[in-house]
């Protein structure tokens, strides 16, 4: 790795002026493999008059082995802009004695896009070779390869232009602060594989990956520092933040015959769709007179869900998975902190919630011919509790459709963080036992958990809008001495 960086900056009076300039270059390879390769060539320059006008501008000459020739440099520049009003002569401080805006836009760069290499260039393997004829085992003495990979000449960089609105205010000599951030983002180019393009099989290979994906992004955030020290004992601090955001897919390549319902396009990443169901058959009648599913139709029994016809095509099956609710991604997120010290005392406790977001966490009833049986059975239907809040919990029966019972609003409050401590003065006994510092703490992390969910299990999300195992988060309390010699 080669780096290179020089560095300015100088006053002329009011005006402050800085830059830099950085070039890099990567080589890396381990074993046999061939060498991977990056280069950057970055810039930086400043100037602000007086701490009142603030202008930035960036950019970036950025190579990468991973495109082809003539895609892998890009050229993706930023600027920056700030208006420091309260440094102007005609603010009138008071109790509001700091205000400053700024804007920022600009365009970035994505080159790990993929976990395979050369996506440009068409591969070959070794085939074999062909035989004589169809009567006989010989075969002809030349090897014939196939192509294993289509390559795409135009893969290139994914790109994503964004822009950010903040307003800074400070209030009693920043004791107050409020910080507020509006954004919005536009991914573009984004890669899609084979395995996601809309390509019919008569194309016969997996289609090469290409740059076709498109997203928007919006949101905003809103945080509150507080700090004051009240008298000559008491300090009181505190933080609140919240964000939002969203983001919809533009284009995703979806095959222009599907229902709208049923394409990415128009909808968030991740989405969770299910089956919906529409209440239980309670009856045989009820079985009899019921849509038919595509599979295990005559397995239907009274105590089953009887599941929505979504697209009205008179059949259940997959296609009638629609979308609900949120994606596994909270769209609302937000965090309380307080603290307190009196003296050698201090308190302080944190609050962590998320809202707008759904979890598909499945517990299946004998699930693998195993007898186990879940905590929301207990609550199953009977032809005496047709009103009950859980299926029938069967054994050994196929047929049984569980719609959207698994989905679950996820969101929830945790009360993350808590401790209460005191520290000594360095009394003459402390000194004698050469003793500077001593501090007594009682703390603790998850102690408590406000939820829909069925339980706390908020670290198993894969990403995807499902979960893996069931390993609650753990809840930890700590009882300490601290000491400093």
Do not use: C
């Not at 009693?172 to 393009?197: C, F, H, K, P, S």
Request: proline share 4%.
């Amino acid at each position: 790795m080669y780096q290179f960086q020089l560095n300015y900056a100088r006053q002329f009076g009011d005006h402050n002026v800085t830059a830099m300039g950085l070039a890099k270059r990567e080589e890396y390879a381990k074993g046999s493999m061939f060498k991977n390769f990056r280069e950057d060539w970055v810039f930086r320059g400043t100037y602000d008059y007086k701490t009142k006008y603030l202008f930035e501008v960036n950019g970036a000459y950025n190579g990468s082995e991973q495109f082809g020739p003539g895609y892998r440099f890009d050229f993706f520049p930023s600027v920056g802009l700030g208006w420091v009003i309260s440094n102007e002569s005609f603010f009138k401080a008071g109790v509001f004695d700091h205000f400053k805006l700024r804007y920022s836009v600009g365009k970035v760069g994505d080159d790990n896009i993929s976990g395979a290499r050369w996506l440009y260039a068409s591969q070959l393997a070794f085939g074999g070779q062909a035989r004589l004829g169809e009567q006989t085992n010989g075969t002809s003495p030349y090897s014939f390869y196939r192509e294993s990979v289509v390559g795409n000449p135009d893969i290139h960089w994914e790109t994503a232009l964004k822009a950010n609105y903040g307003i800074e205010l400070g209030f009693w000599q920043n004791a107050l602060n409020v910080n507020i951030d509006i954004y919005n983002e536009e991914r573009t180019d984004i890669l899609m594989t084979g395995a996601q393009r809309n390509v019919p099989p008569f194309f016969g290979a997996t289609p090469p990956s290409a740059n076709l994906g498109r997203v928007k992004s919006k949101g905003f955030e809103i945080e509150v520092n507080f700090n004051k020290q009240l008298n000559a004992f008491w300090r009181l601090w505190g933080n609140a933040s919240f964000s939002r955001n969203t983001n919809k897919i533009i284009f995703r390549d979806d095959a222009p015959l599907l229902y709208d319902y049923q394409k990415q396009a128009g909808y968030p990443i991740g989405q969770t769709r299910s089956q919906i169901s529409a209440g239980f058959y309670n009856n045989w009648d009820e079985v009899y007179a019921s849509v038919p599913t595509e599979n295990n139709d005559l397995q239907k029994l009274p105590g089953y869900y009887n599941l929505v016809d979504f697209n009205g095509d008179g059949v259940i099956k997959a296609d009638d998975s629609a979308p609900v609710g949120y994606s596994g991604i909270p769209q609302n997120t937000g965090t309380f902190t307080l603290g307190a010290d009196l003296k050698g005392l201090s308190f302080s406790v944190q609050f962590y919630g998320v809202a707008n977001v759904n979890r598909v966490i499945p517990f299946n009833n004998y699930l693998n011919n195993t007898d186990i049986l879940f905590g929301h059975a207990r609550d199953y239907w009977s032809k005496d509790n047709p009103n009950a809040s859980s299926f029938l919990p069967r054994w050994k029966t196929p047929g049984e459709n569980a719609g959207n019972y698994f989905v679950y609003d996820a969101s929830f409050l945790r009360l993350r963080n808590a401790e209460i401590a005191y520290s000594f003065d360095r009394s003459e006994h402390l000194k004698k036992k050469n003793i500077s510092n001593m501090r007594i703490f009682l703390n603790g992390t998850n102690l408590f958990f406000w939820s829909k969910l069925p339980d706390d299990r908020e670290g198993t999300y894969d990403g995807g809008g499902a979960t893996t195992g069931a390993y609650p988060t753990m809840r930890r309390i700590n009882l300490g001495i601290d000491f400093s010699f």
